[in-house]
């Protein structure tokens, strides 16, 4: 067996998945260490996202659940829907993408270690030995690598030996049915993408139903979890979406799922120390905000390849650069989405939320909610508050 690599990418999510294809497609020798044996273990992601997606990273037609249309925002008493000219956004099959990108790496020379888990590391002058178990043969392996990538997502197991010399997270929990309901019920959410903002239908968080293909939904719950405070079971809210917003009547639950996000905030996690570089959620890519995060944990490991590349090839550490070139396009952006993000989940009440949405939605076109909600771009709409602020100062 081989144990020697140029570069051992851990963690075979969107971040480590994409490093790996985009690394050895460059020609470098690369090991994929995933802990789950098949992708279909940890299916946690709702994997919504705009279509432009499949064009910006390559991604195939089949890995795609549904198309979505309309945005829709329920609060506790009402919806604000946003309705798109055709289908704006996709909801992918997590699972599939993640298979994708492996089965990518491997034709391009990859080796892939499905069940494989990341114990420990060693780094000793200019090579880094990375121990792992095979879950199968309950035994253990070492390889070493020129570069160790951190790909672990929330837990952030490479950079990190322990847990408590991360820096401050915000933290995230959330659970997802997937459930198979009747035409009818299929119908009425089939097109959109509906958020539950408030406390009838959330709890410091958001609620969700995603549309997936062959009459199955994606119906779920998230939140902060940021106070001791007992809280409503997620699955029980979820549940009673299912029951009393959706009046599901008889529907099959395929499968429950979930998983956490940990952002840093104030973006203050580690880039690269010592032969390891962490990419995607490892250095808190999602967006704070909404969760997203599958997009932005690509975008993070294409951005990072020519860099990588010029460290193993070259002996250039230029990943300053790299963390540099990475805050300059997000760091803004993301705290305005953290200041959000706490007023939105955790300060504002039920009357405070509606009354934002209300003004909100009378400003905003269906692009304007795409630009602000999806690509957290708030530029132009900023002429739109200046111009409602006026008119309201000169009605006084
Ligand atoms: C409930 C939920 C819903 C979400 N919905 C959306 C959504 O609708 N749209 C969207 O864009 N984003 C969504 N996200 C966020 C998105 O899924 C993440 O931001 C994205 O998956 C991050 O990618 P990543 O590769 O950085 O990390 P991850 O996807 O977390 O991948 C990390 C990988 O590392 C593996 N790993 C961990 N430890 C080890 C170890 N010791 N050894 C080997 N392997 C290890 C894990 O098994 C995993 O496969 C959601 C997240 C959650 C929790």
Redesign the pocket.
């Known amino acids: 067996m081989e144990t020697s690599f140029d570069v051992i990418v851990?963690?075979?999510?969107?971040?480590?998945g994409k490093c790996a294809l985009e690394l050895a497609k460059r020609g470098l020798k690369v090991l994929l260490?995933?802990?789950?044996s098949s992708f279909e273990e940890?299916n946690?992601?709702?994997?919504?996202?705009l279509s432009e997606t499949l064009g910006d990273f390559d991604l195939p037609l089949d890995i795609v659940g549904t198309y979505w249309s309309n945005f829709v925002v329920q609060s506790s008493s009402r919806p604000y829907t946003w309705k798109g000219a055709g289908q704006e956004g996709i909801v992918l099959n997590f699972g599939k993408l993640k298979q994708y990108l492996a089965d990518e790496a491997q034709k391009h020379g990859a080796t892939v270690w499905m069940g494989?888990?990341?114990e420990s590391k060693e780094i000793s002058g200019n090579s880094a030995q990375a121990t792992f178990t095979d879950i199968a043969a309950n035994s253990k392996i070492t390889c070493s690598a020129k570069l160790l990538i951190d790909?672990?997502?929330?837990?952030r197991?490479v950079m990190y030996d322990k847990v408590q010399a991360q820096p401050k997270m915000l933290v995230g929990t959330?659970i997802?049915y997937l459930v198979e309901v009747s035409d009818e019920v299929y119908a009425r959410y089939k097109d959109d993408l509906t958020f539950f903002l408030g406390e009838k239908w959330a709890d410091m968080g958001y609620s969700w139903i995603f549309p997936m293909d062959s009459n199955t939904l994606k119906v779920?719950s998230?939140r902060l979890v940021s106070t001791n405070q007992k809280r409503k079971d997620l699955k029980v809210i979820t549940e009673n979406i299912l029951e009393h917003y959706m009046q599901a009547g008889e529907y099959k639950i395929l499968d429950v799922h979930?998983?956490?996000?940990r952002y840093s905030l104030g973006m203050k996690d580690v880039f690269y120390r010592d032969r390891v570089l962490a990419v995607?959620?490892?250095v808190s890519?999602?967006n704070p905000l909404g969760?997203?995060?599958?997009?932005y944990?690509m975008e993070n490991a294409e951005m990072a390849v020519p860099y990588i590349e010029a460290f193993v090839k070259r002996g250039k550490n230029k990943f300053g650069r790299f963390k540099f070139r990475w805050k300059r396009k997000y760091y803004l952006k993301w705290l305005i989405c953290e200041i959000l993000c706490l007023r939105i989940y955790l300060k504002y009440t039920d009357e405070k939320l509606d009354h934002r949405f209300a003004q909100y939605h009378k400003l905003a076109n269906f692009e304007d909610a795409m630009e602000n909600f999806f690509r957290f771009n708030f530029s132009n709409f900023r002429w739109k508050i200046f111009g409602f602020l006026f008119k309201k100062i000169m009605r006084r």
């Not at 790909?151 to 837990?155: F, R």
């Open positions: 851990i963690g075979g999510g969107p971040a480590g260490a995933e802990k789950y940890n946690f992601s709702s994997a919504g996202m494989h888990r990341y790909a672990t997502g929330p837990v197991k959330g997802e779920g998230g979930g998983g956490s996000l995607g959620d490892a890519t999602v969760g997203e995060g599958i997009r944990a």
